[in-house]
């Protein structure tokens, strides 16, 4: 799988838009973007992937550059509940590969701020 | 749905005693996984299975045993615990090699663990 490099923290204000980058510049033409957060305690939650077309859901919206080298993950109106810790993963998808491991790096620490 | 359940949420044992960590899912998922957190670390795949009767190792499966003999339980055991297997263990489960599902993977809340 690909290896991701992501910012170790950033700061966010509550209500405005958090962009979480991602960079991935050996990405392969089958692998996909994932993103996975953590809520202190909690377990890991899925939030949204994408292959090349920019995605989005009720959770966030991701945007894949077009060489595919990097990504951004938009949390359009940030709450203190949004505070975790967010997994950049790249991977082939599971129905093309039947590897279903996830490999979590260490991930970008997101604080919302009041 | 309850998803993916696990206990119990909370165990501490003797260096050299055995139990069973218990994971449950009820969506019928094929593949379920446990993986251990470390302090300030990310997660670390110990075991998977891609349905009933079918198990594999991950990158730290050393001290663990997992067997599948339901597509909903796959329990986790630590055979004579030791103090470097002090940690957060996490269960996750999802649909295998169905083309076009989403291969979402769901977590279970985790079990704490402490090995004195």
């Known amino acids: 799988d690909a290896k991701t490099t992501q910012p170790t923290s950033m700061d966010c204000a509550e209500g405005r838009a958090a962009n979480l980058p991602c960079n991935h510049s050996t990405i392969s033409g089958n692998e996909y973007v994932y993103w996975y957060r953590q809520i202190h305690s909690q377990g890991p939650q899925y939030i949204i992937h994408g292959l090349k077309n920019n995605e989005t859901n009720e959770m966030a919206s991701l945007i894949i550059t077009e060489d595919r080298k990097s990504s951004t993950l938009i949390l359009p109106h940030a709450t203190l509940r949004d505070t975790a810790v967010y997994y950049c993963?790249?991977?082939?998808?599971?129905?093309?590969?039947?590897?279903?491991?996830?490999?979590f790096g260490a991930g970008t620490t997101v604080t919302v701020r009041a | 749905n309850a998803g993916v359940t696990q206990t119990p949420k909370f165990q501490v044992l003797k260096t050299g005693q055995s139990m069973t960590l218990q994971c449950a899912q009820d969506?019928?998922?094929?593949?379920m996984s446990w993986y251990r957190q470390d302090p300030g670390m990310g997660l670390r795949l110990i075991h998977y299975s891609v349905g009933a009767g079918i198990t594999d190792q991950g990158e730290v499966p050393n001290g663990y045993n997992v067997s599948r003999s339901t597509t909903e339980d796959f329990p986790l055991r630590l055979l004579s615990a030791a103090p470097s297997q002090t940690s957060v263990y996490f269960c996750a489960s999802s649909y295998s090699n169905r083309q076009g599902a989403t291969d979402t993977q769901y977590f279970g809340p985790g079990t704490r663990l402490t090995v004195l």
């Open positions: 993963i790249v991977r082939v998808a599971p129905h093309l590969s039947n590897d279903y491991k996830l490999s």
């Open positions: 969506m019928n998922h094929e593949y």
